[in-house]
């Protein structure tokens, strides 16, 4: 028996059976079997998602083997489904390409993130969801079928080949098993990132004029503190001007994680420091400019374990709903060492994307994995529940399929389209069975 563990510990299962597949046939064959054999069947991605949605205490497929561009064509490449996101950034730079817009994490495999809807910030370019232009995957009957953004034709009996595309972009996994993800890339290019601290209420005051003047806009709040690092990516034309390496060691390495780190562990121990911590923080927070690849400006360290909650909420929402979580910590008596980060995206037509129909706004509140908070998290989620929120599908929550439904306008064609592929729920586990009845 081998147990399956997630990034932050918070979810573990030992399923029934392991496998390792190493390409689409073996995917189906393994879905057939475990089918016959009456097994739950999932495949999990690197494991950074802090819900249980890959987890199956039947049939657990891991991705190591599936790996690798499958075919490159013009501003198109197809690559296997559980390549990570770093690999696949490598690759693409390496043949002079790259995603228009990533995540802070590169550590996820790319159908993970697909599946669980990871978006990034951006003001005119969508999550990872919105860059894909075709999928291969297994249903639950064991095919192998591909559907294509400019597809028109039929999968099965009353399901076509558009609406299985742009519900199983953002699928979590309950429509079929990927195992190839096409993106559309372009050529690579710089991007110029600044990084300055900022008053919340100054960015709270200008918070439009902000965000719509620059491609990609990311902030995070100190809690106890009036004080934000706000980040502002935009397109360079050139010549990098990368950091200093050892400049760069001593901020992300040092400062960002292993003295966050002991900061966060001296709070563990000393809750009524934080806020003190957090003060002494912000004040050595400075401003800082670098223009280099795309993919590593993008993309963040992350080494201290944390929890993390994210809600999107409609994108005129975000000044009211900061002032209202900051009211909240102040009048709790809570001690909130992680600061909150707050991101965009543009509207999605992934019919599960967490920015569906609408131009949205990310809040994302995390605790110190050891020194866990779910009256922070409650009381957090109920402020973004009132104003419409979406649950991140990959991030701790409490919501079902009710509330879901009266968020989500394509809900039910989801789970329409999910009875006429997975009538016997061979792809079901108990997260599923909360948020998609």
């Known amino acids: 028996m081998v147990m399956f563990r997630n990034w932050a510990g918070n979810q573990s299962i030992v399923p029934a059976e392991v496998r390792t597949p190493a390409s689409a046939e073996e995917v189906a064959r393994a879905v057939r079997e475990g089918a016959r054999a009456g097994r739950r069947v999932r495949m999990?991605?690197?494991?950074?998602s802090f819900t249980g949605v890959?987890?199956?205490?039947?049939?657990?497929m891991r991705p190591d083997a599936l790996t690798g561009i499958v075919e490159a064509s013009g501003d198109r490449?197809?690559?296997a489904a559980g390549t990570t996101l770093r690999?696949?950034?490598a690759e693409l730079a390496r043949r002079g390409l790259a995603l228009a817009n990533l995540g802070d994490i590169d550590a996820q495999t790319v159908a993970g993130a697909v599946q669980t809807g990871t978006h990034g910030t951006g003001r005119d370019v969508g999550g990872l969801a919105d860059q894909v232009v075709a999928l291969e995957m297994v249903l639950a009957d064991g095919r192998t079928v591909r559907v294509a953004a400019d597809g028109d034709g039929t999968v099965a009996d009353g399901v076509s080949e558009r609406d299985l595309f742009d519900a199983a972009r953002v699928g979590l996994g309950a429509l079929g098993?990927?195992?190839?993800v096409t993106f559309r890339v372009e050529p690579a290019f710089l991007l110029h990132q600044v990084r300055e601290p900022m008053s919340l209420d100054a960015l709270l005051d200008s918070l439009d004029e902000i965000v719509d003047g620059v491609e990609h806009f990311d902030a995070h709040w100190?809690?106890?503190t009036d004080t934000c690092l706000v980040k502002r990516n935009n397109r360079h034309p050139g010549p990098a001007a990368p950091r200093n390496p050892l400049l760069r060691r001593l901020e992300v390495d040092f400062l960002e994680n292993t003295a966050f780190g002991a900061a966060c562990a001296l709070g563990a121990r000393v809750p009524r420091a934080i806020p003190l911590i957090n003060r002494v923080s912000a004040r050595l927070l400075s401003r800082s400019s670098t223009v280099?690849?795309?993919?590593?400006?993008?993309?963040?360290s992350r080494k201290v374990r944390f929890l993390e909650m994210e809600y999107a909420i409609p994108r005129e929402h975000l000044a009211p709903a900061l002032r209202e979580l900051r009211a909240l910590i102040d009048r709790s008596g809570w001690t909130i060492s992680f600061p909150v980060e707050i991101r965009v995206a543009p509207p999605s037509d992934a019919w599960l994307s967490t920015a569906y129909g609408r131009p949205t706004a990310y809040i994302a509140c995390h605790t110190y994995r050891p020194t866990p908070n779910p009256a922070y998290f409650a009381a957090a989620e109920e402020i973004m529940v009132g104003l419409g929120g979406r649950p991140h599908w990959g991030k701790l929550h409490t919501r079902d399929a009710a509330y879901l439904a009266t968020v989500y306008p394509r809900l039910a064609d989801f789970a329409a389209l999910r009875d006429r592929l997975d009538p016997g729920r061979v792809f079901t586990n108990p997260y599923l069975d909360t948020v998609l009845g």
Do not use: M
């Open 222 to 224: 100190l809690p106890h």
């Open 292 to 300: 280099d690849a795309a993919h590593r400006v993008f993309v963040t």
């Open 77 to 79: 490449v197809t690559v």
């Open 44 to 48: 999990t991605g690197s494991g950074h």
């Open 54 to 60: 890959a987890l199956s205490d039947g049939l657990l």
């Open 87 to 89: 690999a696949l950034n």
């Open 177 to 180: 098993v990927l195992t190839s």
